[in-house]
């Protein structure tokens, strides 16, 4: 599994003009598909995307729709930077427009202590340095 940042590179109403070319069956594919992987949506700038928890497959499915139907996008791998404590903007806020920072945190925190390997900590170290490890990756060692 990995942490993937998804985010829309247009605006929300352009956005939301695209899905009404889509025919039914497939927004309801779509909207049905992200029940099989966590996810937090994100608002930034009147755009939208999401952090998610997934599968290469999932991500590949969503690129392919993206794709389909010209929606812009980029997606980015943040799982090494979970695994590696490295700097995660967390800027984002709901649908609502409440500050999700707290509950993004949490999201990659349990992303992290779900899915770290002895392998992530190893590398980690050869990476950043022994230094670098924090009580969390000392307790994957044991």
């Given at each position: 599994?990995k942490?993937?940042?998804?985010?829309?590179?247009?605006?929300n109403?352009?956005?939301?003009?695209k899905?009404q070319?889509?025919?039914?069956?497939?927004?309801?594919f779509?909207?049905?598909?992200?029940k099989?992987?966590d996810?937090v949506d994100?608002?930034?700038e009147n755009?939208t995307?999401?952090?998610?928890?997934?599968?290469?497959?999932y991500?590949e499915?969503l690129?392919n729709?993206?794709q389909?139907y010209?929606?812009?996008?980029?997606?980015?791998?943040?799982?090494?930077?979970?695994f590696?404590d490295n700097?995660?903007?967390?800027?984002?806020?709901?649908?609502s427009?409440?500050?999700?920072?707290?509950?993004?945190k949490?999201?990659?925190y349990n992303?992290?202590k779900?899915y770290?390997?002895l392998?992530d900590?190893l590398?980690?170290?050869l990476?950043k340095?022994?230094?670098s490890?924090t009580?969390?990756?000392?307790?994957?060692?044991?």
């Amino acid at each position: 599994m990995k942490l993937i940042k998804f985010k829309t590179e247009i605006t929300n109403d352009v956005l939301f003009s695209k899905f009404q070319e889509v025919p039914m069956s497939e927004l309801e594919f779509i909207l049905n598909f992200s029940k099989y992987f966590d996810h937090v949506d994100i608002n930034f700038e009147n755009k939208t995307g999401l952090f998610g928890i997934m599968a290469d497959c999932y991500v590949e499915k969503l690129e392919n729709f993206f794709q389909k139907y010209s929606i812009p996008y980029t997606v980015r791998d943040m799982s090494k930077d979970a695994f590696f404590d490295n700097v995660i903007d967390f800027s984002y806020q709901d649908s609502s427009g409440n500050d999700i920072t707290n509950e993004l945190k949490t999201f990659v925190y349990n992303f992290k202590k779900n899915y770290i390997t002895l392998d992530d900590v190893l590398d980690k170290i050869l990476e950043k340095g022994i230094n670098s490890l924090t009580d969390f990756d000392k307790n994957v060692l044991k």
